[in-house]
Every structure is written in structure tokens, then in C-alpha cells.
């Protein structure tokens, strides 16, 4: 209910924006415009940007075979997502990594990571080259963890010192130069102290749990949305805030596209504007007509961050090029509801109020409290919806990188059909006598509505996703 009240909001506030506009677009800057860098250090400091030249080489050769890896074993796929009550199949094809047992909700869509190699788990990947890249992609997010906490800090120790004269970036600058200057931080700066405290939200920050990527050929695509509000052209992903991550988190994206590609190298013609061949990323101010956006472009090797509160009051979009590209999404996932160990914690903490008999082995529940029936319900509603139908609608993807997620999974299901089971005690306790007829009221109130809940969701996700909950056992219902 609160996510549609959300969805609401932004449609309203979207046009709103558009009827403002009328036939008119709003400007926009890219690194030829004079004003560009000024803009970009006035409106948009939190944004940092490094151009590929400044990672080693070693490590965009091993991220970029694993692209094309995973690309070859067919690992990347459109994702089902739902967007004002419609579902849709995403233009961009995509594959989660990450922690083991973690996973990232976009779109009322939960993607469950491909495990990276992680001490301490037993991670069979399907081939020696998938344990190769999810390899490679660990030692990138390790990498850009570090970038990341050297910008924070640079960030933090600017602003410390806002109140000084600083000097006015030279318009007529190197933009690769400019642009790794921007909220980083220099050799000499490297013993900047920073307090225990500080110190530890900087790593939580910038402590990448998933990284998500992407990947797009524009010219297989048979339509591209246009940008509505500055012109920008073709968009690979819409404006939007990334989703779910932790407060204030940091988000990386290290892009690589395929540059060289007969469209791209046919193209020449001269624009204003962001030139149409090249992949660019757009910013702007979030629902605001009178800053000017950016638009930056993307080539191969190159990342940027969104440090702070970015991420919240600015919105971003990815402009589609000519060639074929990939980028590896890095984010602080909030995984308070998103993991294994929550969803199991979860259920064992239903199951307390399930008993056996040691003579006759009956079932039967502990408690008919209201709050208990109800908690355990809702528990019950969250383990199908939010884990067992999302994993298994997606189909076995999954099992083209490695088979971590099934045996999980089947714990899962046993826990789910415990709890069918406690569903069923409640009908049968509150038809003895041993209730009251208030209490009895109370239970059956308190239970029917998060069963009509169940039998509602029951019947959405049948007509959209138009398949049965199929598990490791096979169908449970039509």
C-alpha cells in the first residue's frame, strides 16, 4: 500500500513536470559547454567521475572477460518487472552477484545473487570460466570500495574547509583531468585522520554487498524511450533513484562498451548536445525545471560514484549509444529483510508456535493469541510471496551459473508447508469450545484478513506471471 501511495506520488509529481514543460525541453550540459564544469562542482559535487586510464589495466582485463563470459554462457536476462500495476520485461538484461544468500527487490521484482567466491561457503559454479568471473567481479567491487571511501573522504575534507578560498576550476582544463580531480583525494592527503566513528560509516557506506549487472545491444532493440524532458535522446533505463540500498550508501558503476562497432564508427555527424553514438549517463536535480542536467559520456573502463545522499536528491538515467555495452551496478543492498539468515530467522520464529505430541505425533499450535496467529500468518504470506513464487517464476536461471540457491530453497518450501499446515489448525481450533464466543471472533477476524491477503496475491500472481508455483517438487497448485 505505501509503495503504490509512493508510485502515486511520483506519477503526479512526473505531470506535473511535463504539463510545466509543454512543447518547450529543459537545458542540458555536456563537457563541451562551457558552463559544464561549473555546473557539475555547484550542483552535482557528488558525483565523482574516473576516467578508465586511472584503473590498473590487469583489472579491466579480467572484468571485461568476465563480461563477456557470462555473456557467452547466456547468464544475462530480461528482468519481469511490475511498473504502475503493469508488468514489463526490462530492455536492459541483467544478472545479480553478490554476497551468498543476499538479494536485491527493484520494481516489485527480488533478484537473488549468483554467490561471488566467499571464504566459508561451498559454491559450485557451472564451469571453471563462471568462477573465473564472479571471481574477477569481487576483486572490482573490492576495488571500488576503496575508490569509494577515498572520495568520501576527499568529499569530507572539503567540506571542512568550505569556508576557505578555493580556486575556481579553469573552464579550458583537461576534462579527464577536471573529472579526476572532482572529490578526489591526492597522495599527500592519504594520512587525513578520520575519526573511529566516521571511519566506520564510511566503510558501512561503501561496503558493496551485490553488484548488478547489465547489459544492452541498442540496435537489437526494436524501440528505445525517448528522454521527455531534455532532448537527451535514446534511454537504455529511465530517470529513477536506485532502490533499496542503505541510507546515504555509495553506488559505483564501472562501464564498458564495445566502442569500435560499425554504427558507432560510421557515425559523424556534428550535434549540439550529447552526441547519439556514445553511451552517456544523465543527472539531474530531482523533480526540478530550473537547473540545467548533465549528461556524461561513458566510455570503455571509465566509473563514476554517487556518493551521500546523491542518490536521494538527484535522479539518473543511462542514455543508450550505438554499440553493445555492459556495467557492473555496485551498491549497499538493505538486506534487513533480504537475506537467508533473516527469512529463516523468520520462520523459526513462527514455527515456535507450532507443537508436537511425543505419544501420537499430532500437531497442534501453541498459542491462539491474536498477535500470534497473525504474526505467524504474515510470515507465512512473506515466505511465499516475497521468496518461494519470486524464485521460482524467474524459472531455473539460476542453475546456468551454479546450484547454491536450490537447497535453500527446499528448506524453505519445508517451512512453508509447516506453516500450511498451522493455517489449517486455526480453522480447527476455533471451532472447539474451549474459546469464548469474543475470542473466537477476534481469532477468525484477525485470521481471514491476512488470508484474504494470501488468496488475493494468489490470484495476482497467477494472471501476471502466468505460470504455477512450481518448486524443487514440482507444482503445488494449478
Same mark, same amino acid.
Given at each position: 500500500?505505501?509503495?503504490?501511495?509512493?508510485?502515486?506520488?511520483?506519477?503526479?509529481?512526473?505531470?506535473?513536470?511535463?504539463?510545466?514543460?509543454?512543447?518547450?525541453?529543459?537545458?542540458?550540459?555536456?563537457?563541451?559547454?562551457?558552463?559544464?564544469?561549473?555546473?557539475?562542482?555547484?550542483?552535482?559535487?557528488?558525483?565523482?567521475?574516473?576516467?578508465?586510464?586511472?584503473?590498473?589495466?590487469?583489472?579491466?582485463?579480467?572484468?571485461?572477460?568476465?563480461?563477456?563470459?557470462?555473456?557467452?554462457? =547466456?547468464?544475462?536476462?530480461?528482468?519481469?518487472?511490475?511498473?504502475?500495476? /503493469?508488468?514489463?520485461?526490462?530492455?536492459?538484461?541483467?544478472?545479480?552477484?553478490?554476497?551468498?544468500?543476499?538479494?536485491?527487490? +527493484?520494481?516489485?521484482?527480488?533478484?537473488?545473487?549468483?554467490?561471488?567466491?566467499?571464504?566459508?561457503?561451498?559454491?559450485?559454479?557451472?564451469?571453471?570460466?563462471?568462477?573465473?568471473?564472479? /571471481?574477477?567481479?569481487?576483486?572490482?567491487?573490492?576495488?571500488?570500495?576503496?575508490?569509494?571511501?577515498?572520495?568520501?573522504?576527499?568529499?569530507?575534507?572539503?567540506?571542512?574547509?568550505?569556508?576557505?578560498?578555493?580556486?575556481?576550476?579553469?573552464?579550458?582544463?583537461?576534462?579527464?583531468?577536471?573529472?579526476?580531480?572532482?572529490?578526489?583525494?591526492?597522495?599527500?592527503?592519504?594520512?587525513?585522520?578520520?575519526?573511529?566513528?566516521?571511519?566506520?560509516?564510511?566503510?558501512?557506506?561503501?561496503?558493496?554487498?551485490?553488484?548488478?549487472?547489465?547489459?544492452?545491444?541498442?540496435?537489437?532493440?526494436?524501440?528505445?524511450?525517448?528522454?521527455? +524532458?531534455?532532448?537527451?535522446?535514446?534511454?537504455?533505463?529511465?530517470?529513477?533513484?536506485?532502490?533499496?540500498?542503505?541510507?546515504?550508501?555509495?553506488?559505483?558503476? +564501472? %562501464?564498458?562498451?564495445?566502442?569500435?562497432?560499425?554504427?558507432?564508427?560510421?557515425? =559523424?555527424?556534428?550535434?549540439?548536445?550529447?552526441?547519439?553514438?556514445?553511451?552517456?549517463?544523465?543527472?539531474?536535480?530531482?523533480? =526540478?525545471?530550473?537547473?540545467?542536467?548533465?549528461?556524461?559520456?561513458?566510455?570503455?573502463?571509465?566509473?563514476?560514484?554517487?556518493? =551521500?545522499?546523491?542518490?536521494?536528491?538527484?535522479?539518473?538515467?543511462?542514455?543508450?549509444?550505438?554499440?553493445?555495452?555492459?556495467?557492473?551496478?555496485?551498491?549497499?543492498?538493505?538486506?534487513?529483510?533480504?537475506?537467508?539468515?533473516?527469512?529463516?530467522?523468520?520462520?523459526?520464529?513462527?514455527?515456535?508456535?507450532?507443537?508436537?505430541?511425543?505419544?501420537?505425533?499430532?500437531?497442534?499450535?501453541?498459542?491462539?493469541?491474536?498477535?500470534?496467529?497473525?504474526?505467524?500468518?504474515?510470515?507465512?504470506?512473506?515466505?511465499?510471496?516475497?521468496?518461494?513464487?519470486?524464485?521460482?517464476?524467474?524459472?531455473?536461471? +539460476?542453475?546456468?551459473?551454479?546450484?547454491?540457491?536450490?537447497?535453500?530453497?527446499?528448506?524453505?518450501?519445508?517451512?512453508?508447508?509447516?506453516?500450511?499446515?498451522?493455517?489449517?489448525?486455526?480453522?480447527?481450533?476455533?471451532? /472447539?469450545?474451549?474459546?469464548?464466543?469474543?475470542?473466537?471472533?477476534?481469532?477468525?477476524?484477525?485470521?481471514?484478513?491476512?488470508?484474504?491477503?494470501?488468496?488475493?496475491?494468489?490470484?495476482?500472481?497467477?494472471? %501476471?506471471?502466468l505460470t504455477p508455483f512450481c518448486t524443487t517438487e514440482g507444482s503445488i497448485w494449478p
Amino acid at each position: 500500500m505505501k509503495r503504490r501511495a509512493g508510485e502515486r506520488e511520483k506519477e503526479l509529481k512526473k505531470k506535473k513536470l511535463l504539463e510545466e514543460l509543454g512543447e518547450s525541453r529543459l537545458p542540458y550540459m555536456t563537457p563541451a559547454d562551457a558552463d559544464f564544469h561549473q555546473l557539475w562542482k555547484t550542483k552535482y559535487s557528488k558525483l565523482v567521475f574516473r576516467k578508465s586510464d586511472t584503473v590498473p589495466e590487469e583489472l579491466h582485463q579480467m572484468v571485461q572477460e568476465s563480461f563477456l563470459t557470462l555473456r557467452k554462457h =547466456d547468464c544475462f536476462f530480461q528482468d519481469l518487472v511490475r511498473i504502475k500495476g /503493469k508488468d514489463f520485461f526490462t530492455p536492459v538484461s541483467r544478472i545479480l552477484i553478490g554476497n551468498p544468500g543476499c538479494t536485491y527487490k +527493484y520494481l516489485n521484482t527480488r533478484l537473488f545473487t549468483v554467490p561471488w567466491p566467499t571464504e566459508g561457503y561451498e559454491i559450485k559454479y557451472c564451469s571453471p570460466q563462471i568462477h573465473d568471473a564472479c /571471481k574477477a567481479l569481487i576483486k572490482l567491487n573490492d576495488y571500488l570500495h576503496i575508490e569509494a571511501v577515498k572520495a568520501l573522504q576527499g568529499q569530507n575534507l572539503l567540506e571542512s574547509k568550505e569556508t576557505e578560498d578555493t580556486p575556481v576550476i579553469d573552464r579550458e582544463q583537461n576534462f579527464a583531468t577536471s573529472l579526476r580531480e572532482k572529490g578526489s583525494v591526492s597522495q599527500d592527503q592519504s594520512s587525513f585522520c578520520v575519526p573511529e566513528d566516521d571511519f566506520t560509516s564510511l566503510n558501512s557506506r561503501t561496503s558493496y554487498n551485490v553488484t548488478l549487472l547489465n547489459y544492452m545491444d541498442p540496435l537489437q532493440m526494436l524501440y528505445l524511450k525517448q528522454e521527455p +524532458y531534455f532532448g537527451m535522446g535514446n534511454m537504455a533505463v529511465s530517470w529513477h533513484h536506485d532502490e533499496n540500498l542503505v541510507e546515504r550508501s555509495t553506488v559505483a558503476v +564501472y %562501464s564498458y562498451s564495445c566502442e569500435g562497432s560499425p554504427a558507432e564508427e560510421t557515425y =559523424d555527424q556534428k550535434l549540439q548536445g550529447r552526441d547519439p553514438a556514445v553511451w552517456h549517463v544523465g543527472l539531474k536535480v530531482a523533480w =526540478d525545471i530550473e537547473t540545467p542536467g548533465l549528461a556524461i559520456p561513458l566510455h570503455q573502463g571509465d566509473f563514476y560514484l554517487m556518493l =551521500d545522499d546523491l542518490n536521494m536528491t538527484h535522479q539518473h538515467c543511462v542514455l543508450a549509444g550505438f554499440s553493445p555495452r555492459f556495467s557492473s551496478t555496485h551498491r549497499v543492498a538493505d538486506c534487513s529483510r533480504g537475506t537467508l539468515e533473516y527469512i529463516f530467522g523468520q520462520c523459526e520464529l513462527a514455527l515456535q508456535n507450532l507443537q508436537t505430541d511425543s505419544n501420537s505425533g499430532a500437531l497442534s499450535l501453541k498459542s491462539l493469541e491474536t498477535a500470534v496467529v497473525k504474526q505467524v500468518e504474515e510470515i507465512h504470506n512473506e515466505v511465499e510471496f516475497e521468496w518461494l513464487r519470486q524464485f521460482w517464476f524467474q524459472g531455473k536461471r +539460476y542453475l546456468k551459473c551454479t546450484d547454491w540457491w536450490l537447497k535453500p530453497m527446499a528448506k524453505l518450501e519445508e517451512y512453508w508447508r509447516k506453516m500450511e499446515t498451522m493455517s489449517s489448525l486455526v480453522l480447527h481450533e476455533v471451532r /472447539k469450545k474451549e474459546q469464548t464466543e469474543e475470542q473466537r471472533n477476534e481469532t477468525i477476524s484477525c485470521f481471514l484478513l491476512v488470508l484474504t491477503e494470501r488468496q488475493r496475491l494468489r490470484k495476482e500472481w497467477t494472471a %501476471s506471471h502466468l505460470t504455477p508455483f512450481c518448486t524443487t517438487e514440482g507444482s503445488i497448485w494449478p
